[in-house]
């Protein structure tokens, strides 16, 4: 086996199992009832999937110079979706808009 063919295999690899996990991700985002849960599958399987992506991207690249961009756009991706999932579902939480969930025990809000 030459390296090329390992390389491509290892990028195809890693683009269809991305390509998978963001379908999977948009699947969740419209399937779910629950606001937390649709957080919960905008953030993790849609960052990993992104990741995966940019790796078999990587993998494929003729001139290495390019890498600076993807690791750019890798790092921006991991700062920007889980905070901005945090910060919506605290504000949720905060103002009490959110849906009535049978399932849970909510201590600090039977208090009020």
Not at 18 to 34: E, S, V
Not at 69 to 94: D, E, N
Not at 101 to 110: G, H, K, Q, Y
């Amino acid at each position: 086996m030459s390296l090329d063919l390992v390389r491509d295999l290892a990028s195809a690899f890693c683009l269809l199992v991305g390509g998978f996990l963001a379908l999977i991700a948009a699947i969740g985002i419209i399937r779910f009832n629950n606001l937390f849960s649709r957080m919960h599958a905008a953030t993790k399987p849609q960052v990993l999937g992104l990741l995966l992506i940019l790796l078999g991207i990587a993998l494929r690249m003729e001139h290495w110079s390019d890498l600076g961009l993807l690791v750019l756009v890798a790092a921006f991706q991991l700062l920007t979706a889980p905070v901005a999932a945090h910060m919506l579902g605290r504000a949720v939480y905060r103002t009490g808009d959110r849906e009535a969930d049978t399932r849970l025990v909510d201590e600090r809000l039977s208090d009020e």
